[in-house]
């Protein structure tokens, strides 16, 4: 009987300390990463035909272009709608990567680039501030 309480004396020891251990563990850090390019960018959609039909012009509406005519491969794309016609596939200004709606973009006017929820931006000028704002509308 002895035994037996040792057994599971031992085990029971054993099973708290595993516990113990995965509830000391250090957490890793949560901390947002830095993307100041498009080469970090999630939900780029690859091989796209500039001037093509697109569907979405709010949210995750970058692409990367087939070679064409006029366009190289792997170029910038966006989807857009110009005066409200059908969205198709343009050339993309310049992006800055990942930023956050209504926050200072001084040193990216006339850039692109897309929230942290896919959301388009683009930098704009606004009583006399430079600020990311909705590129759809």
């Known amino acids: 009987m002895w035994e037996t309480v040792g057994v599971r004396m031992t085990m029971l020891a054993a099973v708290s300390a ?3 251990g995965m509830l000391t563990a250090p957490q ?3 901390e947002p990463q830095t993307c100041n390019d498009p080469f970090c960018v999630p939900g780029i959609t690859p091989n796209v035909v500039q001037g ?5 012009t709010s949210y995750y509406v970058f692409g990367t272009a087939v070679a064409g005519a006029s366009t190289r491969a792997g170029r910038l794309l966006f989807c857009g709608s110009p005066r409200r016609y059908e969205p198709r596939w343009f ?16 040193n990216y006017l006339d850039y692109v680039a897309q929230a942290p929820d896919g959301l ?3 930098c704009v000028p606004m009583n006399g ?3 990311w704002r909705r590129g759809d509308a």
Do not use: K
Request: overall charge positive; proline content about 6%.
């Open 18 to 20: 595993v516990v113990a």
């Open 52 to 56: 093509s039909y697109c569907s979405n």
């Open 28 to 30: 890793a850090s949560a």
């Open 120 to 122: 388009f931006l683009t």
């Open 129 to 131: 501030r430079q600020l």
């Open 91 to 106: 050339r993309s200004p310049p992006m800055a990567g990942i930023r956050t709606e209504g926050s200072d973009c001084a």
